[in-house]
């Protein structure tokens, strides 16, 4: 019932012309019609894929923008930018940029009711540390973040969030959590969703888990009951394995 949305987050990698060829390559292989398929790509590729896409049916994201329209905000991108390239999707509250540019959920939070506002998807990621979850408390810390990064999202907006729940200690490590420990992440999600919405809506949302997934375990973390997609760094970088990522099901 819910649709699988396989996404590649490119994070900082690939030129333009890097970008167009890796598209190329990827529009060229067989892929399931019936998973959503989003490539996530830097700001500076996004003119370029939304333009080799046209006639496909991958979607194009951007990682990141901030909440205002236009204003003094050096470096920033805002929304209506965003719109104007026929952007679907932006990745909110990445761990990346929680760390390491210093995000916080009032941040995070403003940037999910603007992108709502303008009729993108929000892709709102959230998860723990090695240290909150060797002190199990990987459950309130996610809790502590969904709360307060969906703040004023509308019961009618929430069914267009996709939660993404990446453990900052599976990224980019080669350490996957067990699909187990995913499933349990994303069924408490679920139910804090029930929680803070109600049941119909809390089951149309679709909840990512990101963290080393790779064309060997895509299959078994897609099987789980709560978990409908996957955000993917690494392995979304080259052509062949995005397509085996894709086509989890064959
Ligand atoms: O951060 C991630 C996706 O947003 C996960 O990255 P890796 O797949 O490289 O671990």
Not at 69 to 80: D, N, Q
Not at 205 to 233: C, F, H, T, W
Request: aromatic share 6%.
């Amino acid at each position: 019932m819910r649709k699988p949305i396989i996404a590649g987050n490119w994070k900082m990698n690939n030129t333009v012309t890097e970008t167009l060829t890796l598209l190329k390559e990827i529009t060229s292989l067989d892929l399931d019609k019936e998973v959503e398929k989003v490539v996530v790509v830097p700001f500076t590729s996004a003119y370029s894929a939304v333009d080799l896409l046209k006639d496909s049916d991958i979607k194009v994201g951007c990682q990141n923008m901030y909440y205002e329209e236009s204003g003094a905000y050096t470096g920033e991108i805002s929304p209506l930018m965003l719109n104007d390239l026929g952007i679907e999707y932006v990745i909110i509250g990445h761990s990346e940029r929680r760390e390491i540019f210093g995000e916080d959920d009032n941040l995070i939070n403003n940037k999910v009711i603007s992108a709502l506002k303008h009729n993108i998807n929000p892709i709102l990621c959230c998860g723990e540390t090695l240290e909150e979850r060797e002190n199990n408390k990987q459950e309130e810390k996610v809790r502590n973040q969904l709360i307060n990064d969906l703040k004023d999202v509308s019961a009618e907006d929430i069914t267009k969030v996709v939660i993404a729940y990446e453990p900052i200690w599976a990224i980019g490590t080669g350490k996957t959590a067990s699909s187990n420990d995913a499933e349990e992440m994303c069924k408490f999600i679920r139910n804090l969703l029930k929680e803070l919405y109600n049941e119909e809506l809390a089951e149309k949302v679709r909840i990512q888990y990101g963290g080393s997934v790779k064309p060997n375990n895509v299959s078994e973390i897609m099987e789980k009951e709560n978990i409908d997609g996957a955000l993917v760094g690494g392995a979304s970088l080259k052509a062949d394995n995005y397509a085996a990522l894709v086509n989890f099901r064959r």
